[in-house]
Each structure stands twice: as structure tokens, then as C-alpha cells.
């Protein structure tokens, strides 16, 4: 319950209607996410060795829509209020799951065919579910202070994660029921019509309006540059929000892949992974408290530090364990969960200590797009390593992940960047975000490294054993990505007026350019051994490679202009133009990938949606300036 008179705001039961919400829209969020490889499994029946990948696909495509969603939303929110975006949210949760009853029955007719419906539905109903959360936790920011703000969005973390795995695991035992599945979507169908009828009809919004005609990303972006604990929580928010999609997703895959060996059925493996991931939050809501404790006499920088490491021992003791059925395995889940009810509460109250009022929609959603760009990032890369390296890869990788970020952390307080005991910093040092983003995007590098000093690349391993595709994809979608967000940077730097982003684009495209330069050695070395015969007979076979090596050639003199003295040696004009081919080169790569797709992989579709978006901006600006010139010319 709320502690002084602050929170009383709002009476004993809208505190209950608020943590009851949360609770619900966690469960719904969790659930689908959970019960997804089952579905994919004994609905549209893919086939085992693609289970990772289109697993991680579907996920990877439901975050990015939910990015965008509810980034957008956490703006509009400073002008509307909180409390329409959380009715909305609930009421698309409940065309969603109403279209998911229509899609299994769909599936179970025509099998992967009609996987693009699941897509839809699984898309609507995670954004519904997470833009409702967000916007609750943000409504709890509104009314907090600094003295009972770790008592109060604590009590959410606490809900969110009693919603997520506690009430998940008990409704995912219905998979072992005949009619388990329509039972399951039938709960988010429920909840999204009561979610959003108790918020209309007990919520009111308690913050000023933001009024300012300044941006307010720019205000956000500013906010953020200047601190470097913010820093810290974003970059922390990049693997936190990952944590029980990864369970839930990995570990239940793991439980399913493996339990034909082990004698078992697969409803009773999703039923079984269901009770460990119950077993972590149970974790979670016991460390909870503990970590409320621990923030109110620590610094918050040092609460991040040591989340983070609990976390990271608890992935890489998972990752040693060969049977996910070894009841041992609760051990290490347990870990990741204290360490993640410490990252949660923390950057929930460091945001709101940090974020001015008027822009606490937008700072939460924010963090909410920082951890949702590490759930497609962490969660794509899983899905490859899942099926080419083993089930226990994933947690690896997370595990690797947060300690580099305790890291920063750790280098933060021995350079003296620390908190009073008022939670003040006492230091005005400022750090910039370069080494930071040069360490994310060189991270899928230290993976492929890492999987191939297991694989035996490094040691001589037989070419023949090694999962070349894997390889080869991994690196053109890593190069895709890259070449995605260097194009949007410049849109986002105009929209929001951050020109300090501008810095950050040439570093961005250069790691296009990297991951497109290794896997085109991949292709050439690797697929085909140096055997040109057979590189003209694929590329003859399957001519979208052609649009690929067309692209990369490209993007060659793009990169090797990419310097200061040959910005010089060119000429601004001239050197403008040229890299005016990343247009060109984006659309490339974009039928290039969906051509190279499987059926039934949707994920192409989503990069070729956002590279159709960013070229549209580029094409309105330019009619617009064209425009501008040529009303100027007639005065």
C-alpha cells in the first residue's frame, strides 16, 4: 500500500485496480510468448531443425512492431495522459486474442500457411500488453517521490513478475489438456476486456500535459547524454527486459526439443518448463523486497552493478546444465531471477528519479525501446546459436552480455561516477556514449567468435560438420540490421533535432560494411570452398545472390569514403552524392533477403516495411525542399 500522502492521490482500491492490471497485462505478455513453440510445434508443425529460428523470428518480429507502438505511445502519452493509452492497449489485447482463437483453428487446417494470421495476432496482443504495462508503471511514476518511489514501482516490478510467472506457470498447465490452447487465448481475450473497462472506470491522470514546443526525444536525449547513470540504465534496460523472454521462449524450446529423448510428451515438457520459469519469479517476488532495501542505502549505480552480476552467474551456471528436466536447473533460474528483480526495480526508480515530469512518458518509453532493441538483438542471435550451437547456447549469450555491462558499471565507480546519500552524482564528468555502442555492435561478432572456437573452426574442425547457413545468415542479417539503423538515424536526427546522433551514423554503416564483408568471405570461403564453377551454378540457381553482390559492391566505395580526408579528397558535393547509393543499396538488400527467406519466415518483410518507411521519409523531404525551391524561384 502507499506510504504517505503523495500516493494518496489515488485511494486504496485504484492502488489495488493498478496492481491488479499490471499483474494481468504481465500474464498475457508472458503467456503468449511461452506457450508459442507448442503452438508452432503441434499446430503449424515446423519442423524440429528450424524450431529456434522461427521461434526467435516471430518474437523478433512481435518486438519490433511493439517498438514502434509503444515508443510512439510513451510520447503521446506526456500529451493525452496515461490512462487512453492503457484502455487502448488493453482493448488491442482483445481483438488480438479474439483473432488467435480464429488463427489456431486456421492453423490446425492449413498448417504453415496460415502462420502469417499467428503472426498477426501474437503481434497485437504483445504490443496491447506491453503498452498497458508501461503506461501503469508510468502512472506510478507520476504520483511517486523520492522517498517511497523504490517502495511503489517496486510494488509493480513485484505484480508484473507475480503476473509473468507465477499465474503464467499455473495457466500454462492447461497444455495438457485436449482443449488447453483455445483455453489459454480465451484468458487474454478476458483480460483485455476487463483491463480496459477497470482502467476507464477507476483511473484518472494526475501529471501536467507537456506543453513545451521543444521535442520531446530531444528533451529525453539530452536528459540521458548528461548522465551517466541514465547511460548505465539504458544499457542495463538492453539485456534486463530480455531475461523472461528468454526463458520462457529458450528454456520451454529446450524442454520440447529434448523430450522425445527423455521419454516424455511435449505438452508435458511446455507444462514442466512452465513450473521452473514459475519457480524463478517465485525468486523474483521474494528478491523484490530485498532489492527495495538494498536501493534505499545504496546507490543506484552499485544496485545496477550487482543485479547484473547475480544474473549473469545465474545464465552461465544454466548453461552448463545438459537436461533442462534436472530439477538442479532450478538453481541457476533462481539467480537470474534475484538478479533480475534488482535490474528491474532500479531502473524503474533511476528513471523516474532522473526524468523530469513532463517527459516521463517519453523516457519510459525510451527504456522500454532500449530494452526492446536488446530483445530483437539477443533474441535473434539466440535463435541461430539455439539451432546451431545447442539449446544451452542462449543463456550463454546472455550471461556474456550482462557482465560486460557490470563492467561499465564497475569502470563507472572507480572513475569516482557515484551517487550521495541524497542519490545526487557526485561527479560532473560527462561520458560518451561511443565505446558503449562500439561494444554493442561489435557483440554478434564475439558470438560468431565464440561459437566457432566451439565448433572447431579455430581448431580444425571438418568443414562438413559445420553449420555454414547458419554462418552465412547470421552475418547478412547482421549486416541488414546495421544498414537499417544507420538509415534511420538521420530521419530521427532531423525529427527530434539530437544532432549529436549525427556522430554515431558513420561508426553504425562501417559495421554494415564489417558483417556485409564476412559474410560475403563466408559465401565464398565457407559455402563454396573458392570454387567458382559452383559459385556461378548457385548464383544461376538462385539469382537473388546476385542482388546481394551487387549491393556489396556498392557498399564498398561507401566505406572506403567513410574517413575524414577522403570527405576532403571528394568533395562535400560529390561526396553527398555518393553515399546517396545507401538507398539503392537498402532496397537491395531487402529483396534480396525476402527472396533468400524460408515461407515461413515473416521477418524479411518487417526489415523491407522499415527500409519502405525510411525511403519514404527521405522521398517526402525531398518534395518538400523541391517544392519550397520552386515557390521561391516564382517570387
Same mark, same amino acid.
Request: aromatic share 10%.
Given at each position: 500500500?502507499?506510504?504517505?500522502?503523495?500516493?494518496?492521490?489515488?485511494?486504496?482500491?485504484?492502488?489495488?485496480?493498478?496492481?491488479?492490471?499490471?499483474?494481468?497485462?504481465?500474464?498475457?505478455?508472458?503467456?503468449?510468448?511461452?506457450?508459442?513453440?507448442?503452438?508452432?510445434?503441434?499446430?503449424? +508443425?515446423?519442423?524440429?531443425?528450424?524450431?529456434?529460428?522461427?521461434?526467435?523470428?516471430?518474437?523478433?518480429?512481435?518486438?519490433?512492431?511493439?517498438?514502434?507502438?509503444?515508443?510512439?505511445?510513451?510520447?503521446?502519452?506526456?500529451?493525452?495522459?496515461?490512462?487512453?493509452?492503457?484502455?487502448?492497449?488493453?482493448?488491442?489485447?482483445?481483438?488480438?486474442?479474439?483473432?488467435?482463437?480464429?488463427?489456431?483453428? !486456421?492453423?490446425?487446417?492449413? +498448417?504453415?500457411?496460415?502462420?502469417?494470421?499467428? *503472426?498477426?495476432?501474437?503481434?497485437?496482443?504483445?504490443?496491447?500488453?506491453?503498452?498497458?504495462?508501461?503506461?501503469?508503471?508510468?502512472?506510478?511514476?507520476?504520483?511517486?517521490?523520492?522517498?517511497?518511489?523504490?517502495?511503489?514501482?517496486?510494488?509493480?516490478?513485484?505484480?508484473?513478475?507475480?503476473?509473468?510467472?507465477?499465474?503464467?506457470?499455473? @495457466?500454462?498447465?492447461?497444455?495438457?489438456?485436449?482443449?488447453?490452447?483455445?483455453?489459454?487465448?480465451?484468458?487474454?481475450?478476458?483480460?483485455?476486456?476487463? +483491463?480496459?473497462?477497470?482502467?476507464?472506470?477507476?483511473?484518472?491522470?494526475?501529471?501536467?500535459?507537456?506543453?513545451?514546443?521543444?521535442?520531446?526525444?530531444?528533451?529525453?536525449?539530452?536528459?540521458?547524454?548528461?548522465?551517466?547513470?541514465?547511460?548505465?540504465?539504458?544499457?542495463?534496460?538492453?539485456?534486463?527486459?530480455?531475461?523472461?523472454?528468454?526463458?520462457?521462449?529458450? *528454456?520451454?524450446?529446450?524442454?520440447?526439443?529434448?523430450?522425445?529423448?527423455?521419454?516424455? =510428451?511435449?505438452?508435458?515438457?511446455?507444462?514442466?518448463?512452465?513450473?521452473?520459469?514459475?519457480?524463478?519469479?517465485?525468486? @523474483? $517476488?521474494?528478491?523484490?523486497?530485498?532489492?527495495?532495501?538494498?536501493?534505499?542505502?545504496?546507490?543506484?549505480?552499485?544496485?545496477?552493478?550487482?543485479?547484473?552480476?547475480?544474473?549473469?552467474?545465474?545464465?552461465?551456471?544454466?548453461?552448463?546444465?545438459?537436461?533442462?528436466?534436472?530439477?538442479? =536447473?532450478?538453481?541457476?533460474?533462481?539467480?537470474?531471477? !534475484?538478479?533480475?528483480?534488482?535490474?528491474?526495480? =532500479?531502473?524503474?526508480?533511476?528513471?523516474?528519479?532522473?526524468?523530469?515530469?513532463?517527459?516521463?512518458?517519453?523516457?519510459?518509453?525510451?527504456?522500454?525501446?532500449?530494452?526492446?532493441?536488446?530483445?530483437?538483438?539477443?533474441?535473434?542471435?539466440?535463435?541461430? *546459436?539455439?539451432?546451431?550451437?545447442?539449446?544451452?547456447?542462449?543463456?550463454?549469450?546472455?550471461?556474456?552480455?550482462?557482465?560486460?555491462?557490470?563492467?561499465?558499471?564497475?569502470?563507472?565507480?572507480?572513475?569516482?561516477?557515484?551517487?550521495?546519500?541524497?542519490?545526487?552524482?557526485?561527479? =560532473?564528468?560527462? !561520458?560518451?556514449?561511443?565505446?558503449?555502442?562500439?561494444?554493442?555492435?561489435?557483440?554478434?561478432?564475439?558470438?560468431?567468435?565464440?561459437?566457432?572456437?566451439?565448433?572447431?573452426?579455430?581448431?580444425?574442425?571438418?568443414?562438413?560438420?559445420?553449420?555454414?547457413?547458419?554462418?552465412?545468415? *547470421?552475418?547478412?542479417?547482421?549486416?541488414?540490421?546495421?544498414?537499417?539503423?544507420?538509415?534511420?538515424?538521420?530521419?530521427?536526427?532531423?525529427?527530434?533535432?539530437?544532432?549529436?546522433?549525427?556522430?554515431?551514423?558513420?561508426?553504425?554503416?562501417?559495421?554494415?560494411?564489417?558483417?556485409?564483408?564476412?559474410?560475403?568471405?563466408?559465401?565464398?570461403?565457407?559455402?563454396?570452398?573458392?570454387?567458382?564453377?559452383?559459385?556461378?551454378?548457385?548464383?544461376?540457381?538462385?539469382?537473388?545472390? $546476385?542482388?546481394?553482390?551487387?549491393?556489396?559492391?556498392?557498399?564498398?566505395?561507401?566505406?572506403?569514403?567513410?574517413?575524414?580526408?577522403?570527405?576532403?579528397?571528394?568533395?562535400?558535393?560529390?561526396?553527398?552524392? $555518393?553515399?546517396?547509393?545507401?538507398?539503392?543499396?537498402? !532496397?537491395?538488400?531487402?529483396?534480396?533477403?525476402?527472396?533468400?527467406?524460408?515461407?515461413?519466415? +515473416?521477418?524479411?518483410?518487417?526489415?523491407?516495411?522499415?527500409?519502405?518507411?525510411?525511403?519514404?521519409?527521405?522521398?517526402?523531404?525531398?518534395?518538400?525542399?523541391?517544392?519550397?525551391?520552386?515557390?521561391?524561384?516564382?517570387?
Amino acid at each position: 500500500m502507499p506510504r504517505n500522502a503523495k500516493s494518496a492521490v489515488f485511494a486504496p482500491a485504484q492502488w489495488n485496480v493498478i496492481y491488479f492490471l499490471t499483474a494481468a497485462a504481465a500474464l498475457v505478455a508472458e503467456m503468449v510468448i511461452a506457450v508459442q513453440p507448442l503452438i508452432l510445434d503441434q499446430v503449424f +508443425g515446423i519442423a524440429f531443425e528450424k524450431e529456434g529460428a522461427i521461434n526467435a523470428d516471430i518474437e523478433v518480429v512481435a518486438e519490433l512492431v511493439s517498438l514502434l507502438c509503444v515508443g510512439a505511445l510513451g510520447l503521446l502519452s506526456d500529451r493525452i495522459g496515461r490512462v487512453p493509452v492503457i484502455v487502448g492497449g488493453f482493448l488491442v489485447v482483445s481483438v488480438g486474442a479474439a483473432l488467435s482463437l480464429f488463427s489456431l483453428t !486456421v492453423g490446425l487446417t492449413v +498448417g504453415v500457411g496460415g502462420l502469417i494470421l499467428f *503472426y498477426l495476432t501474437r503481434i497485437a496482443i504483445s504490443s496491447g500488453a506491453d503498452t498497458a504495462q508501461l503506461h501503469l508503471s508510468t502512472l506510478v511514476g507520476d504520483v511517486s517521490e523520492r522517498g517511497n518511489r523504490p517502495h511503489l514501482l517496486g510494488n509493480v516490478v513485484f505484480m508484473m513478475v507475480f503476473g509473468s510467472t507465477v499465474l503464467s506457470a499455473i @495457466v500454462l498447465q492447461m497444455t495438457e489438456h485436449s482443449a488447453g490452447l483455445f483455453l489459454i487465448f480465451a484468458i487474454p481475450l478476458l483480460v483485455g476486456l476487463v +483491463g480496459a473497462k477497470l482502467a476507464k472506470a477507476n483511473l484518472r491522470d494526475v501529471a501536467e500535459p507537456n506543453q513545451s514546443e521543444e521535442h520531446p526525444l530531444r528533451q529525453a536525449w539530452e536528459r540521458v547524454s548528461g548522465d551517466p547513470r541514465m547511460q548505465l540504465a539504458f544499457a542495463a534496460a538492453f539485456y534486463t527486459r530480455a531475461d523472461v523472454i528468454v526463458i520462457s521462449l529458450f *528454456y520451454s524450446l529446450w524442454c520440447i526439443s529434448v523430450s522425445d529423448m527423455v521419454g516424455v =510428451t511435449r505438452p508435458y515438457a511446455t507444462a514442466h518448463a512452465a513450473v521452473m520459469i514459475g519457480l524463478m519469479g517465485a525468486a @523474483v $517476488l521474494f528478491a523484490v523486497p530485498l532489492w527495495k532495501r538494498f536501493i534505499e542505502h545504496h546507490s543506484r549505480i552499485s544496485a545496477i552493478g550487482a543485479s547484473l552480476s547475480v544474473a549473469a552467474v545465474g545464465y552461465i551456471a544454466l548453461g552448463l546444465f545438459a537436461n533442462p528436466f534436472n530439477w538442479l =536447473t532450478a538453481l541457476p533460474l533462481i539467480l537470474i531471477g !534475484v538478479g533480475h528483480a534488482g535490474s528491474m526495480v =532500479t531502473l524503474k526508480v533511476l528513471t523516474v528519479d532522473v526524468s523530469p515530469k513532463r517527459i516521463l512518458g517519453t523516457m519510459l518509453g525510451l527504456a522500454f525501446l532500449t530494452g526492446g532493441a536488446g530483445v530483437v538483438m539477443l533474441v535473434q542471435s539466440s535463435g541461430y *546459436y539455439f539451432d546451431a550451437v545447442g539449446p544451452r547456447a542462449p543463456f550463454v549469450l546472455m550471461g556474456t552480455g550482462k557482465m560486460l555491462v557490470t563492467l561499465y558499471a564497475a569502470w563507472l565507480l572507480a572513475n569516482g561516477i557515484d551517487e550521495t546519500a541524497d542519490h545526487h552524482l557526485t561527479s =560532473t564528468r560527462k !561520458v560518451d556514449w561511443k565505446p558503449l555502442v562500439f561494444l554493442t555492435a561489435a557483440l554478434p561478432f564475439i558470438w560468431l567468435v565464440g561459437r566457432s572456437m566451439i565448433g572447431g573452426y579455430l581448431s580444425g574442425g571438418s568443414l562438413a560438420e559445420t553449420p555454414v547457413g547458419f554462418i552465412n545468415r *547470421y552475418l547478412g542479417d547482421w549486416a541488414f540490421t546495421f544498414l537499417i539503423i544507420s538509415l534511420s538515424l538521420r530521419p530521427l536526427q532531423e525529427l527530434t533535432g539530437m544532432k549529436n546522433l549525427a556522430k554515431y551514423r558513420r561508426m553504425i554503416g562501417l559495421y554494415a560494411f564489417f558483417y556485409a564483408v564476412l559474410h560475403v568471405i563466408a559465401y565464398i570461403s565457407l559455402e563454396w570452398a573458392f570454387n567458382l564453377d559452383d559459385m556461378v551454378a548457385d548464383i544461376y540457381k538462385r539469382p537473388f545472390i $546476385l542482388l546481394g553482390f551487387v549491393a556489396f559492391c556498392m557498399l564498398v566505395p561507401l566505406a572506403f569514403t567513410s574517413t575524414n580526408n577522403q570527405i576532403k579528397r571528394v568533395g562535400g558535393k560529390k561526396w553527398k552524392a $555518393l553515399h546517396r547509393m545507401a538507398y539503392a543499396i537498402n !532496397v537491395l538488400v531487402a529483396f534480396h533477403f525476402i527472396f533468400a527467406a524460408t515461407h515461413e519466415n +515473416g521477418e524479411p518483410y518487417v526489415y523491407a516495411a522499415a527500409v519502405a518507411l525510411l525511403l519514404g521519409y527521405r522521398v517526402r523531404q525531398w518534395a518538400q525542399r523541391r517544392a519550397a525551391a520552386a515557390k521561391e524561384n516564382a517570387i
